[in-house]
């Protein structure tokens, strides 16, 4: 089964409202996080990420909180606007001491802005 | 500063036959990573190449292989094609001491009749 799973395949927001894109893990030896943008016909555009040390950190209108006790995830959008509509995906590193650092990625949540 | 460049953006293949994607990446990264992405799912990993190795492997059979060439450009090759390795095929680079800031080019689009 997969690593990294999403709890809704779809969610759809009004205009100016503020989103939450939720993500649950279930590798707790993940060390390294990533929220991604994948608009259609392009290739997953970074968003925000988050250490395993870390429970919350925020950019320009997102923040990223990180739940290690339920290997929880989410992704928070200010004001959301039409272009955000996009899939987002949430995706985990596991060092395997190797140093290689293929990441995992989960289904993706398609945010749908309504005006 | 061009980010990652993959080639070619669409391609059809017959089943049986054989492909070749190829991708250059940023700028100053040395590792590439390359993914598949099914339909309405996410990119799954398949391999990462770094000094011209392959250093870890994701959960794809033999028939995907890979190289890196000095100048840290890579090719993925998908032997005896099957309908199923349609898909889109993504690359994604990044500079392997920092180990984040995978930058993704935006893929191949394989289609296998």
């Known amino acids: 089964g997969e ?28 060390d390294y996080f990533i929220w991604y943008k994948q608009e259609s016909g392009k290739g997953p ?57 293929g990441l995992t990625f989960g289904k993706g949540t ?6 | ?3 990652v460049t993959q080639s070619p953006t669409h391609l059809i293949k017959t089943r049986g036959q054989q492909v ?12 590439v990573s390359w993914y598949q992405q099914a339909l309405g799912q996410g990119p799954q990993f398949i391999f990462q190449y770094y000094e011209e190795e392959e250093r870890q492997r994701g959960n794809f059979p033999d028939r995907f292989s890979g190289h890196q060439f000095p100048n840290y450009s890579s090719e993925l090759n998908v032997n005896a094609l099957w309908l199923g ?3 889109l095929y993504l690359c994604a680079s990044s500079f392997r001491s920092g180990g984040s800031g995978y930058t ?3 893929g191949t689009r394989l289609t296998v009749v």
């Open chain 1, 45 to 101: 555009q970074f968003i925000i990420d988050i250490r395993s040390n870390m429970d919350k950190r925020q950019g320009q209108r997102v923040t990223v909180l990180l739940n290690k006790t339920v290997k929880h995830l989410s992704l928070q959008i200010a004001a959301t606007q039409p272009g955000d509509s996009a899939v987002y995906f949430c995706a985990e590193r596991t060092d395997s001491g190797g140093g290689a650092d």
């Open chain 2, 85 to 87: 390795d349609s898909a």
């Open chain 1, 3 to 30: 690593s990294v799973g999403l709890h809704l395949p779809t969610l759809s927001v009004q205009e100016g409202d503020n989103s939450i894109i939720n993500c649950a893990y279930s590798n707790s030896a993940s």
């Open chain 1, 110 to 115: 398609h945010l749908i802005i309504q005006p």
């Open chain 2, 20 to 31: 070749t994607l190829r991708c250059s990446p940023k700028s100053g990264h040395d590792t």
């Open chain 2, 1 to 3: 500063d061009a980010g």
């Open chain 2, 104 to 106: 993704f080019g935006s």
